[in-house]
């Protein structure tokens, strides 16, 4: 019976059969618009039921004191890979960025990375030390530094390993795993410029370095205006200069105070940089005119290189972007419209442009980025998009204001090879198969 | 917030004194506008912070008094170290290797053999042995950081670069002096950041011609990271 016929007959009935039609021709037209091939569902006979929710007496205010996801939403988890690690304690588990909208990461999904687990710091006790190269060494409880002048910015938090797993081939068929070490919050707390200046930090510190009051006492050297190695090499201009303008030191995350996970009482926050140096648990920042060149800073995070040498002080996440939507976690429903939906970031300062292409990067097209766009922040983008049931390679380029422009995976390997770990910051693709399902896959010539 | 308390009384009291009024709007204003952060937190020195500040430089600076030996180092490295590590250092159930490949073959072939963890050691990857002596105290026993005495981390740290091949048996004992002098065999290798090291442009037509190639999924279980 078609749609014409079905009306006619329909507009002889009663109030409630009008009512309906309405209902049907209203689902029949977004169908037509947005679900396509999937109006047959419009046709369905039966009336819709009353919802037992219209039914029923609700729960009472206060029944969940801290409110938690739907149950049906008990699906969306951080999840780690158990082959990943010897050991849960030092180990880290993935941001579900599949079902994510907008560019905050809700707290509880925020990824964990630990080096000695997570622990408990009684925030009475805690103190914040800052010593070394300055006029007043001094210790800050917590309520010191909730009186400081505040700073609140959004920041994303990107472990330099994200998408470690996929230098050698396509692994993990799913974007928590490909890009899930990154995550994005509010953050508040004081800005180390302001503690700098209360501190009287001569202008002949070249360093600092940051203390975590947990197992691993995890240590990371943070550069400040003329900054060198310890071979005398001198870090980039950016290096030097720019990353410490916007460190804080963080006691609230997405408006309240910081998770347990994530460094509970205070944390560093080094926007832009490898979220190893932003130290969870925080208790002591020295003033110094070298590096330490800790464990965290040779055996981790560094490199070699293609010619025989060990990169170190790789600190900045360069231009990064995915898709999230469609993803390998989220396949296809049915031939017609989809928004293409990704997130893109930049260690090095805010996102220009992100632009996507359905063809293997034959073409591109620039995407809509959702505002707001912010400096060192997830940035959403989105493009709409027809499917028509045919096999699409998708992908995503980002570029940011410093002119960068992501490379491709092929760009970085010939540089770095396959088994280097970190900053694999390349285009991702995704191949939309003609059943609709969406699979991880590299192009390794382009 | 005392002074706006004043000032408040001050203006009702005088309520009809404009005086008394524009000079408590300038205190508000100073109090508000310029007041300089004062009366937070609390000064500390250096003795006050004697258990805390125990962070090794690169070149020894903070490196404790104190000493250990091989000796020493074998049988803790026994009881603490070699659940995880190995007896032999050879690590265990994916822990790290004090000995990992050998470091002219693993820096000649890292970009097609693995900088990866079943390669990667104390030999061919650390820079500086005070900041294993660091590693150590601060974070080991891994499942008991911070137990271990300075002489027991020397004596530990010794042990461990035996290991990893870097000292001989002969070495007599491990000290400050010994870990500021010791060569590491990686130490020539590093070199600081120079990113960008790839140039991509945004090229929106015709960005290639013929076929690409296309891998799907193909590996399981292969990792070149570490904890």
């Known amino acids: 019976m078609s749609e014409d016929k079905k009306d006619r007959i329909d507009n002889d009935q009663s109030d409630a059969m009008q009512r309906r039609r309405f209902l049907r021709q209203g689902a029949a037209a977004v169908g037509g618009v947005v679900a396509g091939a999937s109006s047959t569902s419009a046709l369905a006979a039966e009336p819709l039921a009353v919802p037992p929710t219209n039914k029923m007496m609700g729960r009472p205010v206060v029944a969940t004191p801290y409110g938690l996801p739907s149950k049906f939403e008990a699906n969306v988890l951080r999840r780690n890979v158990e082959w990943l690690t010897p050991d849960t304690t030092a180990s880290i588990s993935f941001t579900p960025l599949q079902d994510l909208h907008g560019i905050i990461t809700p707290a509880g999904l925020h990824f964990e990375r630990y080096h000695s687990g997570a622990v408990d710091v009684d925030p009475e006790a805690h103190r914040l030390v800052i010593h070394g190269m300055c006029e007043r060494p001094m210790q800050f409880t917590m309520e010191d530094l909730r009186r400081m002048p505040s700073h609140t910015a959004v920041h994303f938090l990107e472990c330099p390993a994200n998408g470690a797993m996929e230098w050698r081939g396509v692994q993990m068929d799913s974007v928590q795993f490909t890009h899930g070490m990154a995550s994005c919050s509010e953050f508040t707390g004081v800005k180390l410029t302001t503690l700098m200046e209360y501190c009287g930090v001569s202008p002949d510190s070249t360093w600092f370095y940051a203390e975590g009051a947990d197992g691993s006492g995890l240590q990371r050297s943070v550069p400040l205006p003329g900054a060198k190695d310890q071979n005398g090499q001198a870090l980039s201009e950016y290096d030097q200069n720019e990353i410490y303008k916007d460190v804080m030191v963080a006691y609230a995350m997405n408006g309240e105070a910081l998770r347990p996970e994530n460094g509970y009482p205070v944390r560093l926050v080094v926007p832009g940089c490898e979220a190893n140096m932003s130290i969870k648990y925080l208790r002591r920042l020295k003033f110094t005119n070298k590096p330490l060149v800790t464990y965290q800073e040779t055996r981790h995070y560094t490199e070699v290189t293609s010619d025989g040498r060990i990169r170190q002080y790789t600190l900045v996440n360069e231009a990064n972007s995915v898709i999230t939507y469609p993803c390998p976690d989220k396949h296809m429903g049915g031939k017609g419209f989809y928004e293409i939906r990704g997130l893109a970031w930049s260690g090095r300062g805010f996102i220009k442009g992100v632009d996507v292409s359905t063809d293997g990067g034959k073409t591109w097209r620039e995407a809509e980025l959702v505002q707001p766009v912010m400096n060192k922040c997830f940035t959403r983008f989105k493009i709409p998009f027809d499917w028509q049931g045919e096999e699409h390679l998708i992908m995503s380029r980002a570029h940011d204001d410093s002119g960068y422009v992501q490379p491709t995976l092929k760009q970085l390997r010939d540089e770095r090879g396959t088994n280097t770990i970190y900053h694999k910051n390349s285009i991702q693709t995704w191949r939309i198969e003609k059943s609709g399902e969406v699979n991880n896959v590299q192009i390794n010539n382009v | ?93 994916g822990y790290p290797k004090m000995m990992g490949a050998d470091l002219e073959e693993f820096h000649e072939t890292a970009v097609d053999n693995g900088f990866n963890v079943e390669n990667r050691g104390i030999n061919n990857l650390w820079a500086h042995a005070p900041t294993l002596f660091d590693m150590i105290r601060r974070a080991m026993p891994y499942f008991l950081p911070q137990s271990m005495s300075d002489d027991e981390s020397y004596a530990v740290t010794g042990y461990a670069l035996y290991l990893a091949d870097i000292i001989d048996d002969e070495v007599e004992v491990i000290d400050a002096d010994f870990l500021r002098n010791l060569e590491m065999p990686a130490a020539h290798l590093y070199y600081t950041d120079t990113r960008p090291d790839v140039s991509n442009t945004r090229c929106m037509a015709d960005c290639f011609e013929g076929e690409l190639e296309v891998v799907g999924k193909r590996i399981e279980g292969d990792f070149s990271g570490s904890d």
């Not at chain 2, 408040?8 to 709007?25: D, H, L, M, P």
């Open chain 2, 1 to 93: 917030m005392f002074r706006s308390t004043m000032c408040k009384s001050a203006v009702i009291r005088s309520v009809f004194t404009r005086a008394a009024g524009a000079t408590c709007a300038l205190l508000l204003s100073s109090a508000l506008h310029a007041a300089s952060l004062s009366g937070i937190g609390q000064p500390i020195t250096d003795a006050e912070l004697v258990n805390w500040d125990i962070s090794v430089f690169y070149d020894g600076e903070g490196l404790p008094e104190g000493s250990g030996t091989l000796e020493q180092g074998e049988e803790i490295w026994a009881g603490k170290c070699a659940m995880c590590h190995g007896d032999f250092g050879e690590g265990v159930r």
